[in-house]
Antibody, heavy 112, light 112 residues
Framework: QVQLQQSGAELAKPGSSVKISCKAS????????ISWIKQTTGQGLEYIGY????????NYNEKFKGKATLTVDKSSSTAFMQLSSLTPDDSAVYYC?????WGPGTMVTVSS | DIVMTQAPLSVSVTPGESASISCRSS???????????VYWYLQKPGKSPQLLIY???NLASGVPDRFSGSGSETDFTLKISRVEAEDVGIYYC?????????FGAGTKLELK
């Protein structure tokens, strides 16, 4: 069955970067785009963007351009999202997702 | 960005009764291909969102037929017949018509 396995929780300092992984299994990795979504208590669900897992092409929400960088490693069926120049506002749960299936989420906490 | 407005923000339902959740989009979600790109998700406590309904009225795999979706180009309804304890959680509508995809603020369903 389809599985999206995400990396563990991150505690990061303001100004630093983190890279979250999303390892897919149970389907042909390059058949579906992978999206990334941010969830906070205050802002709810925010769409960050998606990556074409076949070509590596990306499409970002303007709000997250410069903040998030999406990449993919086809050899390991893994998608990655790097978040840079972290601030406390980046503290959230981040999900990778297919249209019909979401990963378990990765909690990122930004604190000095 | 397309704004998705849900109502009510919370609903309390007696088990066995039905519940309806509304969602309104700030722009038509009807594509020229005839498909209406509104989706419904349920986030159970401590879990990631799961897909219930796709393209306005199509039941996702494994979802009980107590759930149904309907609507027009901008007004949508999720109906849950015969509410059960496992239906507790937060329901979100989302639009996947144009980037950035956007979501409603969520409707919390509780049992009386």
């Amino acid at each position: 069955q389809v599985q999206l396995q995400q990396s563990g929780a991150e505690l990061a300092k303001p100004g630093s970067s983190v890279k979250i992984s999303c390892k897919a299994s149970g389907y042909t990795f390059t058949s579906y785009y992978i999206s990334w979504i941010k969830q906070t208590t205050g802002q709810g669900l925010e769409y960050i963007g998606y990556i074409n897992t076949g070509s590596g092409g990306t499409n970002y929400n303007e709000k997250f351009k410069g903040k998030a960088t999406l990449t993919v490693d086809k050899s390991s069926s893994t998608a990655f999202m790097q978040l840079s120049s972290l601030t406390p506002d980046d503290s959230a749960v981040y999900y990778c997702a297919l249209t019909g299936f979401w990963g378990p989420g990765t909690m990122v906490t930004v604190s000095s | 960005d397309i704004v998705m407005t849900q109502a009510p923000l919370s609903v309390s339902v007696t088990p066995g009764e039905s519940a309806s959740i509304s969602c309104r989009s700030s722009k038509s979600l009807l594509h020229s291909n005839g498909i209406t790109y509104v989706y419904w998700y349920l986030q159970k406590p401590g879990k990631s969102p799961q897909l219930l309904i796709y393209r306005m009225s199509n039941l996702a795999s494994g979802v009980p037929d107590r759930f149904s979706g309907s609507g027009s180009e901008t007004d949508f309804t999720l109906k849950i017949s015969r509410v059960e304890a496992e239906d507790v959680g937060i329901y979100y509508c989302g639009q996947l018509l144009e980037n950035p995809y956007t979501f409603g603020a969520g409707t919390k369903l509780e049992l009386k």
